[in-house]
């Protein structure tokens, strides 16, 4: 969809919807670029900006493979440590 010339105040809602679906597909698309080519560098996923490391780590948990869990394992870890501090006060 080409939304150079896209009036969104005169746009239908239909096609408001389908601006909307194609823009979320091209962001989960480039989402996959990012994490896959993480993944091939073998980053770990503290590596990454925060805002990435969760969609990062079910990346690799969903396609990584048993030889890419290690790059999770500290991930999680901290994750775990920050929630037990959480619960208890600490």
Partial sequence: MNIRNLNIKDA??????????D?????????YVLYDDALTHGLYVNE???????GYADYIRDNGGLAHQELLEEWQSEQDRLQSMRTTGA
């Fill in 12 to 21: 239908s809602s239909a096609a408001l919807e389908a601006l909307m679906q």
């Fill in 23 to 31: 823009i979320s597909v091209e962001l989960q698309e480039r989402m």
């Fill in 48 to 54: 990454l900006e925060e805002k990435y490391q969760q």
